[in-house]
């Protein structure tokens, strides 16, 4: 194994000599750091700390002895392995930091190569071993929540199924009911003009368009949750126009008083199911949305989408806050959220990317800390009208 991908030993001794010496003993075999100063020293593991599996240090220094340094340094980096070097009159202290849990190892001047060598060999093994238990854990730990996201998600649609029924039921009633009243009212404002009324009886078939639109992806939305819990895929393709005028009806709420949204693109159908579809651009809105926090300037979204070759190419861009570049490789992990706690769930950009990629598309993003940010969705061409 390179010595550069192996956690690294951190020695530190204030004679510039012995730094030389271990350097050119042990630097072919293990990635290292040196340093003069206990100072020197917990600077660099404030750093990189991360990094570290063996802490090596001289018990005599000039400030600090080695057992304070690395008592120091157990709140820094605690999984790292702590070792001494120490001449026969600091016996006595350094095997009482032993017998405490300060000190794993130590070694009595001049120490043997190969004695030194074997146990760090054995720190940065244990060290190595520690680091893949906890990415175990912690995959196990994301699997679990997501598994259990899954069977909530699976209860969530059962439960929505019965009122978007009732809905669905009452919107129809009112329909039929309010038609027996306009015909009434209508009869009346002939004789009797009433502005303010025929205005309000003008809007109502549109209004109750808008219940059953809402009501109908209700419905959608439930039958996708249970469908993506089953594993199952029910939809085939989505007008693009459609599915984002409705996305951007949804997030109103968000939208509102943070940006202005505006859209554009032609008529074209993608391979893509239109509530799953619906679901990816909200998501994507509203994060946009969100990203104007803060800017102190007019927010701006946009909403845009052209056909190119067999694809079509849908970008949501805005001009909020944008993402660091060491965070936009994370931004689409499970579980992983740049909002504080309560507010985002780390899951939107990653259900995003899953779903694109369920459809043969891809998912791109750009952005710039202080500009904004822009993600890119290339989705397969549906079937022409």
Known sequence: MNPSDLPAVLYVDDDALNLRVFEANFGQKFRIFRCSTPAEALTLLEQKRNEIGVILSDQRMPGMTGVELLER????????KRMLVTAYSDMQAVIDAVNRGQVSRYFVKPWDRAEVLAALEDGLKIARL??????????????????????????????????????????ASL?????????YASKHLASDPAP?????????????QDLASG?????GVALGLRAQARGDDMEASADVAEVVSFAVKLARAEVRDRARIT?????????????KLCQVLLNLIVNAAQAMEGTGR??????????????????VADNGCGIPQELQEKVFQPLFTTKPVGIGTGLGLSICKE?????GGTVRLSSKQGTGTEVELTLRRGPLP
Not at 196 to 202: F, H
């Open 215 to 219: 009501a109908d992806h209700l419905r």
């Open 73 to 80: 340094a157990r709140s820094l980096a605690p999984d790292a």
């Open 196 to 208: 303010d009324v025929a205005s309000v009886l003008e809007d109502l078939p549109s209004l109750l």
């Open 263 to 275: 859209t554009m693109g032609e008529p074209v159908k993608v391979t893509f199911g239109p509530v």
């Open 298 to 315: 007019p927010g701006r979204i946009e909403v845009r989408w052209s056909s190119r070759d067999q694809d079509v190419v849908l970008t």
């Open 355 to 359: 779903l694109v990629a369920q459809f």
């Open 130 to 171: 520690e680091l893949r238990v906890r990415e175990v854990e912690g995959r196990m730990m994301k699997a679990e929540r997501l598994a259990t996201l899954g069977q909530v998600t699976a209860g969530i649609a059962h439960e929505l199924m019965g009122p978007v029924g009732y809905l669905s039921q009452n919107v």
């Open 175 to 183: 329909r039929r009911d309010l038609e027996c009243v306009v015909q």
